[in-house]
């Protein structure tokens, strides 16, 4: 099988240089092909050469291309580079399709590389050999700071950034919510590298696992020898249950864990970033690294503030007490500090107060609220299961 795909790439290489991209550049590694807009995203996969991203690219009308099956995933060849800018509400809905994913392949005879790239609130569904960026990888290639969010599902070899990967995956991470039949991992399904082994370093996982088969971070070793990870983790405790019990338990950490610096031994200062016990760590050159700064809430404005339950599935209550009146604002984040919505923002009366968010328009995985009373702020994490 790798061997007919690998000659099928071989014969695109060929060929692919009849292709006139509709964007600047040449695709030499000097003069790439320049992508500004969701059309050129799509031309990728028509010739081989070096893309760069030029600026953030909003893919939300691709949920009514193609008769409603999205977008359609292109062959990469050599160099994506994301500079840092993030592909937001890519949409595929290709379910008996096989390799399905921003990229359908990658890698061949010629090395293919992905680097600073994000993909976030992906909805992507595929037959088999499923991932955020790329269904499958043969040969080598190397996903280098690359990060997704979202949804990814299929049937069988389902990651958060790919389906069936060989090579090198570093300073990258999924919170995606990985949905499969059998073969899932947080951020790839299956290593499959023939001439002996990939390698995962300084990566991480913290979305929602469903399926058979799984060890959290991949399914299983590779096809070809052992997968060799290295200070990377995943959240245990919010991966799901709905799946077997894992079994290797040494990359597993707790939320908690998972929100201090102190458990990952990265490069804090130039790569990566935390806001120390409030969320996990971010890439910095995707500009997330912006640490709150909140004032402890004061026990005379703010009394038995608390949110209820906690999991949730549908709903959350939030219940706070004025001993005066004061300003309220309730705020809903995701994982990169962005606000979701607005709750509260208006002049409450003292007494006992409560306020309701309604989860239906969000996917399961882990959420912060802040309530804020006058210049009084208390932060925390809440959780929402489906």
Same mark, same amino acid.
């Given at each position: 099988?790798?061997?007919?795909?690998? @000659? +099928?790439?071989?014969?695109? #290489?060929?060929? !692919?240089?009849?292709?006139? *991209? $509709? &964007?600047?550049?040449?695709?030499?590694?000097?003069?790439?092909?320049?992508?500004?807009?969701?059309?050129?995203?799509?031309?990728?996969?028509?010739?081989?050469?070096?893309?760069?991203?030029?600026?953030?690219?909003?893919?939300?009308?691709?949920?009514?291309?193609?008769?409603?099956?999205?977008?359609?995933?292109?062959?990469?060849?050599?160099?994506?580079?994301?500079?840092?800018?993030?592909?937001?509400?890519?949409?595929?809905?290709?379910?008996?399709?096989?390799?399905?994913?921003?990229?359908?392949?990658?890698?061949?005879?010629?090395?293919?590389?992905?680097?600073?790239?994000?993909?976030?609130?992906?909805?992507?569904?595929?037959?088999?050999?499923?991932?955020?960026?790329?269904?499958?990888?043969?040969?080598?290639?190397?996903?280098?700071?690359?990060?997704?969010?979202? @949804? +990814?599902?299929?049937?069988? #070899?389902?990651? !958060?950034?790919?389906?069936? *990967? $060989? &090579?090198?995956?570093?300073?990258?991470?999924?919170?995606?919510?990985?949905?499969?039949?059998?073969?899932?991992?947080?951020?790839?399904?299956?290593?499959?590298?023939?001439?002996?082994?990939?390698?995962?370093?300084?990566?991480?996982?913290?979305?929602?696992?469903?399926?058979?088969?799984?060890?959290?971070?991949?399914?299983?070793?590779?096809?070809?020898?052992?997968?060799?990870?290295?200070?990377?983790?995943?959240?245990?405790?919010?991966?799901?249950?709905?799946?077997?019990?894992?079994?290797?338990?040494?990359?597993?950490?707790?939320?908690?864990?998972?929100?201090?610096?102190?458990?990952?031994?990265?490069?804090?200062?130039?790569?990566?970033?935390?806001?120390?016990?409030?969320?996990?760590?971010?890439?910095?050159?995707?500009?997330?690294?912006?640490?709150?700064?909140?004032?402890?809430?004061?026990?005379? #404005?703010?009394?038995?503030?608390?949110?209820?339950?906690?999991?949730?599935?549908?709903?959350?209550?939030?219940?706070?007490?004025?001993?005066?009146?004061?300003?309220?604002?309730?705020?809903?984040?995701?994982?990169?500090?962005?606000?979701?919505?607005?709750?509260?923002?208006?002049?409450?009366?003292?007494?006992?107060?409560?306020?309701?968010?309604?989860?239906?328009?969000?996917?399961?995985?882990?959420?912060?609220?802040?309530?804020?009373?006058?210049?009084?702020?208390?932060?925390?994490?809440?959780?929402?299961?489906?």
């Amino acid at each position: 099988m790798k061997k007919i795909i690998e @000659t +099928v790439i071989f014969i695109f #290489l060929i060929v !692919g240089n009849i292709f006139a *991209f $509709s &964007g600047k550049g040449s695709g030499t590694k000097d003069d790439p092909y320049q992508i500004t807009n969701v059309y050129q995203l799509q031309e990728v996969g028509k010739d081989i050469g070096y893309f760069i991203l030029m600026n953030d690219i909003d893919a939300s009308e691709t949920r009514n291309w193609d008769s409603g099956r999205g977008f359609k995933p292109g062959c990469c060849i050599s160099e994506f580079d994301g500079q840092g800018f993030i592909i937001k509400n890519l949409y595929i809905n290709r379910p008996d399709d096989g390799c399905v994913g921003l990229f359908c392949i990658m890698g061949g005879y010629i090395p293919s590389i992905v680097k600073r790239l994000g993909i976030e609130n992906c909805d992507i569904t595929g037959g088999f050999q499923v991932g955020a960026i790329c269904g499958l990888v043969v040969g080598t290639a190397a996903f280098w700071e690359c990060y997704s969010t979202g @949804t +990814v599902r299929g049937k069988y #070899l389902v990651g !958060g950034l790919c389906g069936n *990967f $060989s &090579g090198g995956i570093n300073n990258s991470f999924s919170t995606c919510n990985v949905i499969s039949e059998n073969y899932v991992g947080g951020l790839t399904g299956i290593c499959s590298l023939d001439e002996g082994g990939s390698f995962i370093y300084y990566c991480y996982f913290a979305g929602r696992l469903e399926g058979q088969s799984t060890r959290g971070l991949l399914s299983s070793d590779g096809t070809g020898g052992p997968v060799s990870i290295s200070c990377s983790y995943y959240d245990s405790l919010v991966i799901g249950t709905t799946h077997p019990p894992i079994t290797d338990k040494s990359y597993g950490k707790s939320t908690i864990e998972m929100m201090k610096r102190s458990t990952y031994g990265w490069d804090f200062d130039s790569v990566w970033c935390i806001d120390e016990g409030k969320d996990y760590p971010k890439l910095r050159i995707f500009d997330r690294c912006i640490t709150t700064s909140f004032i402890e809430p004061s026990i005379d #404005l703010l009394i038995n503030a608390n949110a209820y339950p906690n999991p949730f599935s549908s709903h959350i209550t939030f219940k706070y007490y004025l001993k005066e009146p004061e300003f309220v604002t309730i705020t809903i984040f995701n994982t990169l500090g962005e606000k979701l919505e607005i709750i509260v923002n208006e002049f409450i009366a003292a007494g006992e107060h409560k306020a309701i968010f309604i989860s239906d328009n969000y996917p399961t995985g882990i959420y912060f609220y802040s309530i804020q009373i006058g210049k009084s702020i208390n932060f925390n994490k809440i959780q929402l299961i489906r």
